[in-house]
């Protein structure tokens, strides 16, 4: 017999429709739960908010789980999560801080998608348009790129050895990976 | 590459290892390599600074705990009249048993948990009635049609404040044992895989059902004693068993992690027969900004002198549009470093070193005119050199279409690793 931490996502989605069986889509949500949890405290950074709105987000899953056709469970949560954590700040416009918050996050939300980064893919990472445009960055985007992608380093052992801060260090590869993307596009 | 994939989705002892900055090197970089590959992963990250390991387990098992109450609730709304049945037939049942034979009756009674786990509880305690029965005496039978009655009478009682109150934890026994036998009883009409799915999900409360139900006949047949404690007590009981197992878990990841450590250290001890792992990455030439400066001279013995660094900037002014690189791509190249570097089994003192060499690819693609910007000792000087001459070709630099020679510069990284 298959334990249940086998099925796969999609799987217990599917036996959630079929049964309506709550429990089936508790355990789908716990796989993720944790995340769920992290991400509301990043934006309510109050433990107590952070526990409502896990609880929260539950209900809001079992209402448009079935609405949606789901390929990417994990991502399609994430959204969700993110949505609803989002909308929650707006209706709280007393406080400010989080507002301004909210607007700056909102960009990001947009750009937030399904779609990997070739680089972040391993069997894409030896592509040649790739490799190509990786010589092509600015100098301290392409270290960071080669030395976080192609030799393992962490954040912090770039960030000594480069003498430059761990936030830099992630900047250089964000802004390294945003230049790839353009680069791959307008070679293909 | 296993160590990696171990982290395909990052696990609550994994966030943590990382937040306090237990894992190092390869390890750190494969989740943060998993955070950049999924934003989820990654604010999560962010969230999780903000407490501690011990808060953010206290919430989750909290959570958990209300995910299980709120997704058992419902069911148990919808199965309540079923449920109701067959506790009666089970209390009835036992009962019964327990009348024919005064001595064996409590066996068969403890057994009856397995035999409903099992699905075959109707049929079984209805069959038992029935052969048994036939042997009881009429005076037998009349008594035991009173002992029905009355248990009929209690249920009805328990029953009430189930339903006026909505609690559902009252009845999660009752809930949980219905399900398996209106789900098998559904059989013919689900998949069949459906089916095994769903029963699946019935593990944890298998685990819990046998005593609940126990303590519950046990409280009908001897005084009466309201149900509702006991299978709240049974409930409390089985999320504290789950949060132990939980605990269990984490514990034996840190165990592992410890007999890593463990294992590391012994082999630190023993260098000759320790095995480096050892990668490069090509450092661009680029001069030295004095807080750079250092911070290396903090890691490193020698540092650049300023001869070094102009030579370095001069070399990089030089630096072709389309500049040298491995021909079989840097990741390989890594790949063959990590291989091929042997630490210096003298050096017992350290076990990690950065060696900088800076050299010509000529245009046949060929490394040469090497020049060691900077090493800890001669022993990782001579090895990285060793390495890089013995190591694949590098695709030329190229010029307007032109191949040219182009300097280049590693930054090859000696480290002991443990023995697989």
């Known amino acids: 017999m298959k334990k249940q931490e086998e099925y796969s996502d ?17 355990n789908l949500y716990e796989r993720y739960m944790h995340l769920v949890y992290g991400v509301c405290l990043k934006y309510f950074e109050d433990r107590e908010d952070a526990r409502d709105g896990v609880n929260g987000i539950f209900e809001k899953l079992i209402a448009e789980v079935t609405k949606h056709e789901i390929e990417n469970f994990k991502s399609w949560l994430y959204v969700l999560t993110k949505h609803y954590c989002l909308m929650k700040l707006r209706s709280e416009r007393s406080k400010q801080h989080r507002q301004e918050k909210w607007e700056n996050e909102q960009e990001m939300f947009m750009e937030s998608s399904d779609v990997l980064h070739p680089i972040d893919e391993e069997e894409k990472k030896t592509d040649d348009a790739l490799k190509a445009c990786i010589e092509k960055l600015k100098k301290e985007q392409k270290q960071c790129i080669v030395l976080f992608y192609y030799n393992d380093r962490s954040y912090k052992e770039i960030s000594d050895a480069l003498g430059m801060e761990e936030k830099k260090v992630k900047s250089y590869i964000q802004n390294g990976k945003r230049n790839l993307k353009i680069c791959i596009e307008k070679s293909s | 590459m296993s160590k990696r994939n171990k982290y ?11 937040l306090e900055g237990k894992l190092k090197g390869r390890e750190r970089n494969a989740i943060e390599r998993e955070m950049e590959r999924d934003p989820f992963e990654a604010e999560a990250m962010e ?27 419902i069911r148990w709304v919808g199965w309540y009249s079923a449920a109701a049945a067959l506790a009666t037939i089970l209390v009835a049942g036992t009962i019964f048993l327990h009348l024919n034979n005064d001595d064996g009756g409590i066996e068969k009674f403890e057994g009856m948990p397995e035999m409903r786990e099992s699905g075959k509880v109707k049929e079984l305690s209805e069959g038992e009635q029935l052969s048994e029965g036939e042997e009881l ?25 189930g339903l006026s109150e909505e609690n559902g934890e009252s009845f999660e026994g009752d809930g949980a044992v219905d399900e398996e ?54 409930m409390s009981m089985a999320d504290k068993g789950t949060n132990e197992a939980e605990r269990g878990v984490i514990k034996t990841d840190k165990g592992l992690g410890e007999a890593d450590k463990g294992t590391s250290v012994a082999d630190n001890n023993i260098i000759i027969e320790t095995k480096e792992y050892a990668a490069a990455a090509p450092v661009l030439p680029q001069p030295m900004s004095s807080k750079s400066a250092q911070r290396a001279s903090k890691l490193r013995k020698r540092e650049l002198n300023d001869t070094e660094a102009a030579s370095y900037k001069n070399q990089s ?16 190249y890594f790949e063959y470093l990590d291989s091929s570097l042997v630490f210096p089994p003298d050096e017992k003192n350290i076990d990690s070193a950065d060696v900088y060499v800076n050299f010509l690819v000529d245009t046949t693609g060929r490394p040469g005119d090497f020049n060691i910007l ?10 990285a050199l060793r390495a890089i001459k013995e190591g694949p070709d590098w695709n030329p630099a190229g010029r307007d279409g032109e191949q040219i020679e182009s300097s280049t510069t590693l930054w090859v990284v000696f480290k002991k690793k443990p023995h697989k």
């Open chain 1, 10 to 26: 999609v799987k217990l989605i599917a036996v959630f429709r079929e049964t309506g069986n709550l429990e089936v889509l508790g």
């Open chain 2, 181 to 234: 036998v209106v789900e098998l009883a559904e059989d013919a009409e689900l998949a069949e895989e459906v089916v095994e799915a769903a029963k699946e999900f019935e593990l944890k409360s298998k685990e819990i059902d046998p005593d609940e139900t126990n303590a519950e006949v046990q409280a009908g047949q001897i005084d009466g004693v309201p149900e509702v404690n006991l299978a709240d007590e049974a």
């Open chain 2, 374 to 383: 900077r090493s800890p000792g001669e022993a990782f000087s001579k090895e």
């Open chain 2, 317 to 332: 002014n030089e630096q072709a549009i389309h500049p040298a690189h491995p021909a079989n791509g840097y990741a390989a």
């Open chain 2, 137 to 161: 005496s009429e005076v037998e039978q009349l008594s035991e049609v009173e002992e029905l009655s009355e248990v009929d009478e209690q249920n009805r009682v328990t029953e009430q404040p």
């Open chain 2, 8 to 18: 395909s989705r990052l696990s609550w002892s994994d966030i943590f290892d990382y």
């Open chain 2, 47 to 73: 969230g999780f600074e903000k407490v501690s390991r011990e808060e953010a387990e206290q919430d989750l098992s909290q959570l958990r705990a209300s995910l299980s109450r709120r997704t058992r609730k």
